[in-house]
């Protein structure tokens, strides 16, 4: 069972960026694919989900800004971050597990991260 995470970078403030989790076959069709975030310093934070009927749930600090959406062919999961803030600059990982994911993921894939300049 793997996730990987891809899609991290450097944008300005009010830009745009879309991460990606690739996803094992088995894990996709059984699981919620959620993303977390932590920026230095502070704890991890819980962004949101989406399940494999396309069910999402977003944090209110993303919401209306970030979109989850769902590749099945490629077994993928993008997370479409648009109006992006400094407070958004973190490292993001995927997870996968029953949903909504949080708190207690299954699975977990490697970090990307995202740094938001000002």
């Known amino acids: 069972v793997q996730l990987q995470a891809s899609g991290g970078g450097l944008v300005q403030t009010g830009g745009f960026l879309r991460l990606s989790c690739a996803v094992s076959e088995r894990t996709f069709s059984s699981y919620a694919v959620g993303w977390f975030r932590q920026a230095p310093g502070k704890e991890r934070e819980f962004v949101g989900a989406i399940n494999w009927s396309g069910r999402t749930y977003y944090a209110d600090s993303v919401k209306g800004r970030f979109t989850f959406s769902r590749d099945n062919a490629e077994r993928t999961v993008h997370l479409q971050m648009n109006n992006l803030k400094f407070e958004d600059t973190a490292v993001y990982y995927c997870?996968?597990?029953?949903?909504?994911?949080?708190?207690?993921?299954?699975?977990w894939g490697q970090g990307t991260l995202v740094t938001v300049s000002s």
């Open positions: 997870a996968a597990g029953p949903w909504p994911v949080t708190p207690r993921p299954r699975y």
